[in-house]
């Protein structure tokens, strides 16, 4: 399988300030990695894909402005909550896939809004 | 688009008993049919997956069937363990590289 590491593992921050999650493929070079958001107790949902050296696919209902992917490697995908509210608060997952369909999951940033 | 439906939502077990878990899904063009263990606080590990020119896999205490014609795939635990216990997820997917349609989970108590 995959490595996928994800920083930071848990953060905290303030109302109307941004955060940036790093996604990083250790033993693979992703081209498409994908994010996704799970609220407590609740499944996860695809955000968007990213795509390495051109933009990301957001799905629909998710705000491309609000939450900015840059896929700068092949090993490397950032996620930056933009004015980050409260009910932004959530557990954001991404993922990528090696090789035969199977998609490896990172161990996720716990994002808390205040 | 897709639409995975899993049933139970909660599932209590004694140790040693057998689990089982039971996913339908909508697009007859899906073909692969993974099964994630998510713990809690961490990201979905993968324990097993089928695709869709297979009926059944077997991974020691963990097996999945797939029943193409109905759309249903099931997840089986055998003789399970108080460490078992955890969120299960089941997806599907189409071709390589298309993100995962995932069901609601089910969280599997399994009491000594």
């Known amino acids: 399988g995959a490595v996928v590491s994800q920083h930071p593992s848990w953060v905290i921050c303030k109302s109307g300030t941004s955060v940036k999650i790093e996604c990083r493929s250790l033993?693979?070079?992703?081209?498409?990695m994908f994010w996704y958001r799970q609220f407590p107790k609740q499944s996860l949902m695809l955000m968007a894909t990213?795509?390495?050296?051109?933009?990301?696919?957001?799905e629909q209902g998710v705000e491309k402005d609000k939450f900015l992917i840059n896929h700068a490697s092949l090993t490397l995908s950032t996620l930056t909550v933009t004015s980050a509210h409260p009910e932004d608060s959530s557990f954001y997952i991404c993922?990528?896939?090696?090789?035969?369909?199977?998609?490896?999951f990172g161990p996720g940033t716990r994002l808390t809004v205040l | 688009g897709e639409n995975v439906e899993q049933h139970p939502s909660t599932l209590s077990v004694q140790e040693g008993d057998s689990a089982v878990i039971k996913c339908t899904y909508s697009?007859?063009?899906?073909?692969?049919f993974p099964w994630y263990k998510q713990e809690l606080g961490k990201g979905p590990q993968l324990i097993i997956d089928?695709?869709?020119?297979?009926g059944e896999k077997k991974d020691q205490r963990i097996a999945v069937t797939l029943n193409k014609t109905a759309k249903h795939f099931s997840l089986h635990i055998t003789e399970t363990q108080p460490e078992d216990s955890a969120v299960y997820f089941c997806a599907a997917s189409k071709n390589s590289g298309y993100a995962l349609n995932f069901g609601k989970g089910t969280s599997l108590l399994v009491t000594p």
């Open positions: 993922s990528l896939i090696p090789h035969n369909n199977e998609q490896f």
């Open positions: 033993d693979f070079q992703a081209t498409t």
């Open positions: 089928i695709r869709s020119n297979v």
């Open positions: 990213s795509n390495e050296g051109s933009k990301a696919t957001y």
């Open positions: 697009d007859s063009a899906s073909n692969y």
